[in-house]
């Protein structure tokens, strides 16, 4: 449930604010689409997270569509009148923040990896590389001292300096730069941490690209960047190789 109170939160939020068909687009069709992926991710859905969802998702909706929201919530077995009932609280807590970490990086490599298919469509093989650890300190630097949106010749003598390789430094700073400000909202501190647990979740999740994809996956690191794939993979964004 924690990406659903993640939209609990936001739909709370604009209701006050009189955006209601944004709340509504939210509260319907953004939570369903979120049920969806939850079962496409889950080898065997979790019958009682299934039940938790629904009976949580129709009191969402009962400002928008009240008697349907209602006799859904009934015929599902739910006793009681919705109105009297309370929302689950909001608050995420730390393996659950992590988790919605996790569950956005992957979808946004499934992305990225769909999007090559549409121009390599008879690939048999999915190879990923994850960045160099020289990479990985110069994402945790210029994270923790000020995480610039911004080129500047401090943040390029800062990267220079990292890596030893002052003649790229400015163009790898650019590249840095875009990859950490596509991941705003999501604090210094954990944002490092995943940058670090890259490795670990595609491992974790070949079974799953496997399945989607109907390719053979396999995931490497090249913490000193010696291989050609290792040395262009960057935190955040690995080397997919199609064969």
Do not use: C
């Given at each position: 449930?924690?990406?659903?109170?993640?939209r609990?939160?936001?739909?709370s939020e604009?209701?006050?604010?009189?955006r209601?068909?944004?709340?509504f687009?939210?509260?319907?069709?953004?939570?369903w689409?979120?049920?969806?992926?939850?079962l496409?991710?889950?080898?065997?859905?979790?019958k009682?997270?299934?039940?938790n969802f629904?009976?949580?998702?129709?009191?969402?909706?009962?400002?928008?569509?009240?008697h349907v929201?209602?006799?859904?919530?009934?015929?599902?077995?739910f006793?009681?009148?919705?109105?009297?009932?309370t929302y689950i609280?909001?608050?995420?807590?730390?393996?659950?923040?992590?988790?919605?970490?996790?569950e956005e990086?992957?979808?946004?490599?499934?992305e990225?990896?769909?999007?090559?298919?549409?121009?390599?469509?008879?690939?048999?093989?999915?190879?990923?590389?994850t960045?160099s650890?020289?990479?990985?300190?110069?994402?945790?630097?210029?994270?923790t001292?000020?995480r610039?949106?911004?080129?500047?010749?401090?943040?390029?003598d800062?990267v220079?300096?990292?890596?030893?390789d002052?003649?790229?430094?400015?163009?790898?700073?650019?590249?840095?730069?875009?990859?950490?400000?596509e991941?705003?909202?999501?604090?210094?501190e954990d944002l490092?941490?995943?940058a670090s647990?890259e490795?670990?979740?595609?491992?974790?999740?070949?079974?799953y690209?496997?399945k989607?994809f109907?390719?053979?996956?396999?995931?490497?690191?090249?913490?000193?960047?010696i291989?050609?794939r290792?040395a262009?993979?960057?935190?955040?964004?690995?080397?997919?190789?199609?064969?």
């Open positions: 449930l924690a990406k659903f109170k993640q609990l939160k936001t739909v604009s209701i006050p604010q009189m209601t068909r944004s709340a687009n939210i509260a319907f069709y953004e939570v689409g979120d049920f969806r992926r939850y496409r991710r889950s080898a065997i859905p979790n009682g997270s299934v039940l629904f009976r949580e998702w129709f009191k969402l909706l009962h400002p928008f569509m009240p929201s209602q006799w859904a919530y009934n015929r599902m077995g006793s009681g009148l919705i109105e009297q009932e609280d909001q608050s995420l807590s730390t393996q659950e923040r992590m988790s919605l970490l996790r990086y992957i979808r946004r490599v499934e990225d990896v769909s999007n090559l298919l549409k121009m390599i469509p008879a690939s048999k093989t999915l190879e990923f590389t960045a650890k020289k990479y990985l300190d110069v994402v945790e630097g210029l994270i001292q000020g610039p949106t911004v080129m500047s010749r401090q943040v390029v800062q220079g300096k990292i890596t030893g002052r003649s790229r430094a400015a163009a790898l700073a650019q590249r840095i730069i875009k990859i950490i400000s991941w705003q909202g999501v604090t210094k490092v941490w995943l647990e490795p670990i979740i595609l491992k974790v999740n070949t079974d690209f496997e989607i109907g390719l053979k996956v396999s995931v490497l690191s090249d913490p000193e960047g291989n050609r290792g262009v993979a960057l935190p955040l964004k690995p080397a997919i190789t199609l064969g």
